[in-house]
């Protein structure tokens, strides 16, 4: 079973910049689509970024211009490159597989975004 690690969230003024990264242990992960997802308090998850195997992206409209995602399968990972960041993108983000969840979830990186 592949384990996800999520890290790089933490608290930033609006207008600001993180990196998020996910670790994926395991084998597979080079055929695999991959997404960010978030979910803030009270509210649903939802997908914001995603990554198919052969590097195409797309993104919710919400995040677009803002947020980039990118992989680098020699090393299991995916990462989210957030800028221009607002308070509605407070929230725990997760990173799976899309558009099915094959994996179980990590525990989520947190990211708060202050005005």
């Known amino acids: 079973q592949v384990q996800l690690v999520e890290s790089g969230g933490g608290l930033v003024q609006s207008g600001g910049s993180l990196r998020l990264s996910c670790a994926a242990s395991?084998?597979?992960?080079?055929?695999?689509?991959m997404g960010w997802y978030r979910q803030a308090l009270g509210k649903q998850r939802e997908l914001v970024a995603r990554?198919?195997?052969?590097?195409?992206?797309a993104y919710v409209d919400s995040v677009k211009g803002r947020f980039t995602i990118s992989r680098d399968n020699a090393k299991n990972t995916v990462c989210l490159q957030m800028s221009s960041l607002k308070p509605e993108d407070t929230a725990v983000y997760y990173c799976?597989?899309?558009?099915?969840?094959?994996w179980g979830w990590g525990q989520g990186t947190q990211v708060t975004v202050s005005s």
């Open positions: 395991g084998s597979g992960f080079s055929r695999y689509n």
């Open positions: 990554i198919t195997s052969g590097g195409s992206t």
């Open positions: 799976n597989t899309w558009p099915v969840t094959v």
